[in-house]
């Protein structure tokens, strides 16, 4: 990945990118989340739904964007929250939107890069929420944040194959690197895994994976990874 103009791709980016979840009720925006910004939106409610119980819980948002995620975990009452981001605009944008929600002093959020910052503690929750759009390295994010979270993790993959995917392919070759990803591709990744149950949702354009880290993190279990399939699109 070239994580340069990942990174200033989404500096430049972060005003329009913050305003997804907010959008003003027009007849284009509601074309427009119909169409590109459904996943999103399910992929926010499934994490604050996974998340549970969050009262007195830590969780790690590993490219935290403009914060959403974070400050509304916090709101609901997790102890601390954690946010990495590798663009200045985002990180800018979460902080003062954690001091106008109220949670700044159970937010945190950081400019790093997720394989270079060192982790001196685990948490409860990792939530990693269009994140692997944009890693070549797909499975060494897995190792790591197997190793850090102690409950579970939240991943969104991108859909491969399909004319949204091809679109956004194009829109993307003069930005950033991006991967997208099939559900075979997904399953394999998460087979060498240690958890002890992944979840792999379609939703929308997206894929959800929710994995179990519990029992792994307890005792390093040494039975094979239980791939579970859901083909319902839940929430739609």
């Known amino acids: 990945m070239q994580e340069n103009e990942t990174a200033k791709f989404f500096d430049t980016y972060s005003d329009r990118f913050d305003s997804i979840y907010g959008n003003e009720n027009s007849l284009l925006n509601k074309v427009v989340n119909c169409l590109w910004r459904k996943s999103m939106k399910l992929r926010y409610l499934k994490t604050l739904e996974g998340c549970t119980p969050i009262d007195g ?3 790690l948002d590993i490219g935290c964007g403009p914060g959403h995620f974070s400050i509304a975990l916090a709101q609901r009452g997790a102890k601390k929250v954690f946010g990495i981001d590798f663009a200045d605009g985002m990180i800018d944008l979460a902080k003062e939107r954690a001091k106008q929600a109220g949670v700044a002093d159970h937010c ?3 400019k790093a890069d997720f394989f270079d910052h060192q982790l001196l503690e685990q948490f409860d929750y990792s939530i990693l929420m269009g994140f692997m759009d944009y890693m070549a390295n797909p499975a060494s994010v897995i190792e790591r944040i197997v190793k850090i979270t102690r ?6 993959f991108p859909e491969g194959g399909t004319f949204l995917a091809w679109q956004r392919k194009i829109r993307y070759r003069n930005r950033c690197d991006l991967f997208l990803y099939s559900h075979e591709q997904i ?15 379609k939703i929308s354009r997206d894929f959800f994976v929710t994995a179990c880290l519990e029992r792994s993190i307890r005792s390093q279990a040494e039975s094979p990874t239980a791939v579970l399939i859901s083909e319902g699109n839940s929430r739609q």
Do not use: Q
């Open 57 to 59: 819980k830590t969780v």
């Open 108 to 110: 945190e959020f950081r």
């Open 151 to 156: 409950c579970k993790a939240f991943f969104s």
């Open 187 to 201: 399953a394999n990744l998460f087979r060498d895994a240690d958890a002890d149950d992944i979840k792999i949702e």
